[in-house]
Structure formats: structure tokens, C-alpha cells
């Protein structure tokens, strides 16, 4: 089966500080595809990120950065100096197409960021 | 940019009443989604549509679940009679192609509400 924990429910930091969210994926694809979205208080779903598992590289997108780990099975998302306006819900999700025919999305149980001021 | 848009922002429906929730997903794409999140819980999977039929359903899309592309630019989830367990968001999702060469695009959400 695929499944994707993140296992900190709510992180609290004040602004500028960094923060890292973890995520952690289970599947016996051997081609799969991770990605991370953002669910501000508004409610709607932004797409951040989309890394495919042949490729490690660590990418960085201004004060976002993200550290995929194959050995670990971990796909963790760093934010840099953070505002108050990166308060959100973070959901990681994990595609695995080859082994189980699908395209659908398996998401995390999200982990809830507060940046205080 | 395009984007994926839902209506209604929020619906408000009966116990037992049928609700038919709209999704414009974006014009060059082929694949389409709906998933769900009920409050405060994760968002899941509900149902993919490809070439005017379900490519993929969940346990939770059983029979009083349907989905159709009525024209060429809507596509809409249909709850035939609705239950207290129903009301979550529901989020429409759009890609380009079914693989992951491009992410789903998500639309805003339509939060149900069962009374």
C-alpha cells in the first residue's frame, strides 16, 4: 500500500525563524512522484512542489527549500525566515503510477503552521 | 494563469436532498479529479474521469456518488441523497496529462454543509 505520514500535527514559531516540515512515504513503486501543497486559512489547495523519485537533487525556491532523502523515504519542506504570511496547513502527497495504475493523489493528515509575529 | 474554478463556494443542503457540486477545470486538459476533505482531516481521493468515463474510484465513491462532463467545460459530482457524513469540502482537481509529468491543479473548494 502508499502512505504518506507527516507526523507533526501543529508547529509554532515565531517570524523569521526557520522551520522544517517532515514527511515521510511508504510505497513499493519504483517510479513515484512526491509533491507538497499549501492550505491557507482561505481553504483552497496551492501546488508548491513536484519531485520525481529518480531525481535527489534538493531544490531551493526563495525562502523554500526541499530535501528528498530515497534512502530515508523522506521528503522534507524548509522555510527560511518565515512570515506570518506562510501560516497554512502543509499537505504532502505521494503518486505512485507504475506498480498501481493510478494517478490519484495519497495525502498526509497535513501539518498546521502558525508564524507568530 | 488558468486555473480550476467550483461552484458554489458553499452549499447548504437537507439530509436526504441531492446536490450537484460544478467544476470548471482548465481548458487544455483532460484529466479530471474530485477529492475530499472533511474538517480537519486529511484530503482524499475520490474519483478520476478521462475520455467521458471513471478511470479510478475510492471506497467512499459508492452509488449515490456520480460524476459527469455534461458539455465540454463542466464537470460535476453528483450526491444523490445526502447524509449527516457528507458535508466536507469537496476540491476538483485538472491535469494536462494523466501521468506526473504535471501536477493537478486544484480548484477552491466547495464546502458542503448537511443539516
Known amino acids: 500500500a502508499q502512505k504518506v505520514t507527516q507526523a507533526q500535527t501543529e508547529i509554532s514559531v515565531v517570524e523569521k525563524e526557520d522551520v522544517t516540515l517532515d514527511c515521510v512515504y511508504e510505497?513499493?513503486?519504483?517510479?513515484?512522484?512526491l509533491f507538497w501543497y499549501k492550505q491557507p486559512p482561505s481553504g483552497e489547495l496551492v501546488f508548491l512542489i513536484r519531485?520525481?523519485?529518480?531525481?535527489?537533487q534538493n531544490e531551493i525556491s526563495g525562502r523554500y527549500s526541499w530535501n528528498f532523502q530515497k534512502s530515508t523515504s523522506s521528503f522534507n519542506f524548509t522555510i527560511t525566515a518565515s512570515q506570518v504570511v506562510d501560516s497554512a496547513v502543509y499537505f504532502c502527497?505521494?503518486?505512485?503510477?507504475?506498480?498501481?495504475?493510478?494517478?490519484?493523489?495519497?495525502f498526509g493528515t497535513g501539518t498546521r503552521l502558525q508564524v507568530f509575529p | 494563469e488558468p486555473e480550476v474554478t467550483q461552484t458554489p463556494s458553499h452549499q447548504v443542503t437537507q439530509m436526504g436532498q441531492e446536490v450537484i457540486l460544478r467544476c470548471v477545470p482548465i481548458?487544455?486538459?483532460?484529466?479530471f479529479y474530485w477529492y475530499r476533505q472533511i474538517l480537519g482531516q486529511k484530503v482524499e481521493f475520490l474519483v478520476s474521469?478521462?475520455?467521458?468515463?471513471?478511470?479510478?474510484k475510492s471506497e467512499i465513491f459508492d452509488d449515490q456518488f456520480s460524476v459527469e462532463r455534461p458539455d465540454g467545460s463542466n464537470f460535476t459530482l453528483k450526491i444523490r441523497s445526502t447524509k449527516l457524513e457528507d458535508s466536507a469540502m469537496y476540491f476538483c482537481?485538472?491535469?494536462?496529462?494523466?501521468?506526473?509529468?504535471?501536477?493537478?491543479?486544484f480548484g477552491d473548494g466547495t464546502r458542503l454543509s448537511i443539516l
Open positions: 519531485r520525481n523519485s529518480f531525481d535527489e
Open positions: 474521469f478521462y475520455n467521458n468515463e471513471i478511470s479510478e
Open positions: 482537481a485538472s491535469s494536462e496529462t494523466g501521468d506526473s509529468n504535471q501536477p493537478q491543479h
Open positions: 502527497a505521494l503518486m505512485g503510477r507504475l506498480a498501481y495504475n493510478t494517478d490519484k493523489l495519497i
Open positions: 481548458s487544455n486538459h483532460l484529466y
Open positions: 510505497t513499493r513503486d519504483t517510479t513515484y512522484y
